[in-house]
């Protein structure tokens, strides 16, 4: 009867489908496992008892990394997680190797495909030849300064409207996380697209629709074997609702600049100069063919603004530390004024602003947005440097949080000490680095090598803009006073700064000593 009661219930049925494919799935991990015998395992390894260490993967993977920082200090360990074992790099050392390893040794793109199932969620051809990549390592950075003054425009717009200013005495509270994404959304694409496509509700709320999909559509690609991918992954896409809702905008767009382009060619007097164009005119990165398609130009708008999201994070892990940091505040604000006075709200005058790139950089280290970071699949059986050999297929990463946290590396590395970074700049020889931006060994929020993030400058220079425009005009604060910075958020890796928080702000009123 009870069993009747099941079959004829379809909720149970799936309930009951979905978790024999996880253990058919789970269970054909473990056994390719036998492979990793020679490297340490943290928590349980056998068949039943390595479901523990996958549900603590997926409920605190702060505490895991930590723990086998701990218990393997500068090694290699494994965990079982939903994509198969993974393998975790407890030490900086480690990075020259995976520098020295070629795409076809170590492969991004593949560590992409498995954690992202971008094949599904973002699109089927944009990996064949990424060159996105490329426009954004030259086209789009060389343009940072040109565009400069577009993005400050763009901030002055944005951030009064979603942080309204009043002028009484009243602090006002916001919630911050969707105010900050709506206008890191605007600010990048004024400088991606412009106006006045940067200020449509529609095109904002679609790539930011779309951005979230894409890890919460892969998560649940994931919970399946890989011979279901192609039917769920229909089915847990929002890539074609996007990319229906971006044709709409992009596609008249397209359609002139390509009309144009064949008008006028070398000769077009006031060509725009955006992230369009520069994908249009890319002759020596992709085919002719690949940049005159409306479907594909749309793919890469979406993947670059999935890119340009990123930022939200790292803001929030900024401006939640302003609140709970006015001493620091009144600082950076004193080198702000002076920068400001001598160069103007420039590109340049961001550049110099040493304090505050300082700042940031201390509060992404202590809120990183993962818990391990810069992946790469193993495509051949692998040697590290200590003798360590990874199976073919295995997915490898770095336990970022605890490597930022090194109390080697970052003396009292728990405390947060706004001008570290800074303080680091002022030894000698030390002049040039430490940047927030800066991509070194101890420094892995852009990932490393060849795939190191191409937007870091434009998100540095955006995120920035962002904070100095925030310190001069607003006074930031938690109720109460608080000067509790909120818990981080927590889903499987992910653990940036809490996307629940409330920060209150009210109009910039002049220090009272
Ligand atoms: C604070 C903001 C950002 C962070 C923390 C960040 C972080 C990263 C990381 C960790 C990687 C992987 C690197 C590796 O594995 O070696 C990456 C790659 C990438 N990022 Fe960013 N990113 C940010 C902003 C941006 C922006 C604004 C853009 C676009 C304008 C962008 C576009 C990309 C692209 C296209 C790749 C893939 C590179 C490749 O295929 O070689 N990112 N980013």
């Known amino acids: 009867m009870e069993f009747l009661s099941l079959v004829s219930n379809p909720f149970a049925l799936s309930t009951l489908a979905v978790i024999a494919l996880l253990t058919v799935k789970l269970s054909r991990a473990y056994h390719a496992g ?43 360990f494994r965990i079982p997680t939903l994509d198969g074992w993974q393998i975790i790099l407890n030490s900086t050392k480690f990075v020259d190797d995976l520098r020295r390893a070629s795409d076809e040794q170590l492969s991004f793109v593949d560590a992409t495909a ?136 992009l596609q008249p767009i397209i359609e002139e600049r390509l009309k144009m382009k064949e008008i006028y060619g070398k000769e077009w007097q006031d060509k725009p100069n955006d992230f369009i164009q520069w994908l249009i005119d890319a002759e020596e990165f992709a085919p002719l063919s690949q940049r005159s398609s409306v479907e594909d130009i749309c793919a890469r708008v979406l993947v670059v603004n999935f890119g340009a999201i990123d930022s939200t994070s790292t803001i929030l892990a900024a401006l939640y530390r302003l609140a709970s940091n006015p001493d620091a505040t009144e600082i950076m604000r ?54 360590t050999i990874v199976p073919s ?64 400058f434009f998100a540095s220079t955006e995120i920035k803009a962002f904070l100095a425009y925030i310190l001069m005009n607003y006074d930031v604060k938690f109720r109460d006073d608080s000067k509790n910075v909120p818990e981080r958020s927590a889903t499987q890796v992910h653990t940036g700064p809490d996307v629940e928080a409330r920060v209150m702000f009210r109009k910039r009123r002049p220090k009272v000593d």
């Open 34 to 76: 036998s492979k990793f015998k020679h490297i340490p395992t943290l928590g349980p390894d056998g068949l039943w008892s390595s479901y523990i260490t996958v549900f603590r993967w997926l409920t605190n993977s702060v505490e895991m990394v930590e723990e086998g920082y701990r218990l393997y200090p500068k090694k290699i």
């Open 334 to 387: 004193n080198e702000l004024e002076s920068i400001t006075r001598r160069e103007g709200t420039t590109k340049a005058a961001v550049t110099q602003m040493q304090l505050l790139d300082s700042f940031l950089k201390e509060s992404v280290r202590l809120s990183p947005s993962t818990a391990v970071g810069v992946f790469r699949r193993a495509l051949k059986d692998f040697t590290f440097s200590d003798g």
């Open 114 to 249: 498995v954690i992202l199932r971008d094949y599904y969620t973002i699109h089927p051809k944009l990996m064949s030849n990424p060159y996105h990549v490329d426009v954004i390592r030259h086209s789009l950075t060389r343009n940072i300064d040109a565009g400069f003054g577009d993005i400050q425009e763009e901030l002055e717009s944005a951030v009064p409207e979603k942080i309204p200013l009043s002028e009484g005495t009243d602090w006002t509270e916001i919630h911050a996380w969707p105010a900050v994404l709506e206008i890191v959304v605007r600010t990048a694409n004024r400088f991606l697209v412009g106006l006045p496509l940067c200020r449509d509700p529609d095109f904002r709320q679609l790539n930011i629709d779309f951005a979230m999909s894409v890890f919460k559509n892969a998560m649940i690609i994931n919970l399946f074997p890989e011979f279901l991918h192609p039917i769920v992954g229909r089915v847990f896409s929002g890539r074609r609702v996007a990319m229906r809702k971006l044709k709409k905008h």
């Open 393 to 456: 297929g295995t997915i490898i990463t770095f336990a970022t949080w605890a490597i930022m946290r090194d109390e080697e590396i970052y003396p009292g590395g728990s405390e947060f000490r706004p001008f570290r970074f800074a303080e680091m700049r002022g030894q000698e020889g030390e002049g040039t680095k430490h940047h927030f931006s800066t991509v070194s060994p101890e420094w892995l929020l852009f990932g490393q090598g060849r795939h190191t993030c191409p937007g870091r």
